[in-house]
DNA sequence: CGCTTAATTTTGACACTGTCAAGATTGTCG
DNA sequence: CGACAATCTTGACAGTGTCAAAATTAAGCG
């Protein structure tokens, strides 16, 4: 057994740490001594790594970032099947990303983490790659067709997100219950979305 | 001056503080403790007018929900106007409902609310009436044409609604920051929805 | 009026939280 | 080896939600 001192890294571990508790008990479940319990290590331990409480959840929402970045990216990045193909494949992989991980999710777009004074620069970092990319992915898809042409592609943006926002959430905060019918939503989203023009 | 004990409307005092509280400084800025000390009463006095902190947060939620229900459905009884521009404004009542009421509308919407196992019959009940309204509506406007019938009425109505939230939290929780630009996306948000075979 | 009873409020207490200050332990580098 | 910085611990404080028991008041009934 090694000692409790330096044990190197100890702030991974308490970030995985802190990952399973709030998906077992919700992020209102998470105080920083049960989890630095947990860790094995003493209350206030965890103030060396993270300033904050707040700091601390500011790193989970960073992971959740690039993860959620990384899993949309891999359908923007399939070029070579139907747009409307793609786009539907987008719309399910994001919604499937904040049901999978509910309490990331939260904390990804939550007032805490947003409103608070220090929504520090590596946060920013993380978060708009992720948005902007898809505002590029807009332009090209009104380009090609699948999108109109009538609106702005910023507006197109906002409000396509919206509706992939609202629907993850009023699902995870259980408004919408039936999982079952996450497939049918998606696809009335992506019907309503898709320029009818051209149809 | 009246005596501290049975003041008769301490329930309503309470409730009524508490918005001004969670207005001034968010929902995680309200304590039972600091509430019943602005009342002018003892730490546990508003535990005999409501269980818990959770059933007071349900009273205010309920509250909410009455306005929002009571501001929507002022727009479906204007029957004299153009059915787009009902529409419009549904959403634009909507919206503004949300981001002037950003914490209480939070709380409406919130897992803590919707994902506790006691979710109040009482709550059901006011929380229903404003999304039934809203699918009937969403069926009269697919009757008259304003929106497809390609899709299911509840499919519709989950998908708009899903977008009109979407847009609000994103609002509200410091995601989108242009308030300039609120009108825009409702614009758009709208064209999108409405049918367009129509045109 | 007075007595009983229920409604309401208070005081005291407990466990829990985030966070700070001061001290203890360990690794690192000259 | 010794100084220094990094890291961890112990002690402490104010604040939280909530319960139990006691105190106070209002209401109903003879």
């Not at 802190?18 to 860790?39: C, F, H």
């Not at 206030?44 to 300033?51: G, I, L």
Request: net charge negative; glycine share 4%.
């Amino acid at each position: 057994m090694k000692s409790a001192y330096h044990h190197g890294d100890l702030r991974e571990q308490l970030i995985e740490s802190a990952l399973t508790i709030i998906q077992e008990s919700g992020v209102e479940g998470l105080s920083l001594r049960k989890l630095a319990l947990q860790v094995g290590v003493s209350r206030t331990a965890p103030y060396h790594h993270f300033k904050d409480k707040h700091e601390l959840l500011c790193a989970l929402v960073a992971l959740g970032f690039n993860k959620l970045t990384e899993q949309t990216s891999e359908v923007l990045a399939e070029h070579k099947q139907d747009l409307a193909v793609q786009f539907r494949r987008y719309f399910d992989v994001y919604i499937d990303f904040a049901v999978s991980n509910p309490e990331v999710y939260e904390l990804m777009f939550s007032r805490l983490i947003w409103k608070s004074e220090q929504v520090s620069e590596q946060l920013h970092q993380v978060a708009y790659p992720c948005f902007t990319a898809y505002v590029a992915q807009v332009k090209t898809w009104q380009k090609q067709g699948l999108l109109t042409h009538d609106e702005s592609s910023l507006r197109l943006t906002q409000v396509s997100w919206g509706m992939m926002h609202g629907i993850a959430r009023l699902l995870i905060d259980g408004i919408y219950v039936e999982e079952k019918a996450i497939s049918e939503m998606c696809a009335c989203a992506v019907n309503v979305l898709l320029n009818k023009a051209v149809q």
